[in-house]
């Protein structure tokens, strides 16, 4: 301790150790400060940055992509991984009867075109048949075809959906949401498709003979039917594991079992294709007979 003795400021009495006042003058004597603890300065609350989030996520919680089909399924094709939560649930379902309905259209141009260059090339009337009753019944089975093979597909999707995810179960027009979301780009190639076979039809005139008329359809089928049915098969595999965080099925047997289905539902499409298919056609080839002269 210091033995110093502390005299008052002001009238230099001397003062007893620890004092407050001088007890002569009753100056009040300047204390130590004492330590304060810093003040804490709260952090500013950040400012919403409405600039740094994404389009997608204020649509998914605003009005547009819920309400607006068009802004869903743009949404929806630019970011196909992440579904557009609380859309309406009809959305999938439009998205299946546009799918279909292009689909079915693009195939009976397709169908037409060729009947037109067959009757042609054989030396008959390209339009005798145009708007028939077998056109009519080759369209709407082509339809049933189609809707068949999407109902098929997501079907089983949805079905080992719920197989393998209790924890968290999506009802059917939600997963058919996310499904056709995840898959959403088959609608911009039928698009393209349904342009193509405009063009087509409308230069009917350029091909004169059957050989090339068949090389034009492979070539045709390969470039627009093929990237659609891929579109699907990846979106039906997707759809199945996305977001499934306790699954009751190792992914393995969930792959496995999902491609078992995927084989049965080619089995029985093909098989409806042809059960369909095969009256009509066949009555539209002994037509085109009939207006050939044989």
């Not at 292009?102 to 005798?128: K, P, Y």
């Amino acid at each position: 301790m210091s033995n110093e003795t502390n005299f008052c400021p002001n009238c230099g009495t001397a003062l007893p150790a620890g004092s407050s006042f001088c007890p002569n003058c009753g100056y009040q004597l300047a204390q130590p400060a004492a330590s304060e603890p810093a003040p804490v300065i709260p952090e500013p609350t950040p400012a919403a940055d409405t600039t740094a989030k994404p389009q997608r996520q204020a649509l998914a919680t605003g009005t547009l992509a819920s309400r607006n089909y068009f802004s869903w399924w743009w949404e929806s094709f630019k970011h196909p991984l992440s579904p557009v939560e609380n859309a309406n649930h009809l959305f999938g379902v439009l998205t299946v009867l546009l799918e279909v309905l292009l689909n079915t259209i693009i195939l009976s141009m397709f169908m037409q075109h060729a009947v037109n260059v067959a009757l042609r090339v054989i030396g008959s009337d390209g339009n005798a048949i145009n708007g028939g009753s077998l056109m009519t019944a080759v369209r709407m089975d082509f339809f049933i075809c189609v809707f068949a093979l999407y109902a098929l597909v997501v079907g089983a999707a949805y079905g080992l959906r719920r197989l393998i995810n209790a924890h968290q179960p999506l009802n059917f027009f939600e997963f058919t949401n996310h499904f056709f979301g995840a898959t959403s780009s088959i609608l911009a190639i039928n698009l393209v498709a349904f342009l193509i076979a405009s063009i087509l039809v409308i230069n009917a005139a350029t091909i004169t003979d059957l050989g090339s008329l068949a090389l034009h359809y492979a070539i045709l089928a390969t470039s627009i039917f093929v990237p659609s049915i891929a579109v699907l098969v990846l979106g039906y595999y997707l759809t199945i594991i996305r977001d499934v965080t306790r699954p009751r099925l190792d992914p393995l047997y969930t792959w496995i079992l999902a491609s078992c289905l995927l084989f049965v539902i080619i089995i029985i499409v093909i098989l409806l294709v042809a059960l369909f298919t095969a009256a009509p056609l066949s009555s539209l080839g002994d037509a085109i007979d009939t207006y050939s002269g044989y």
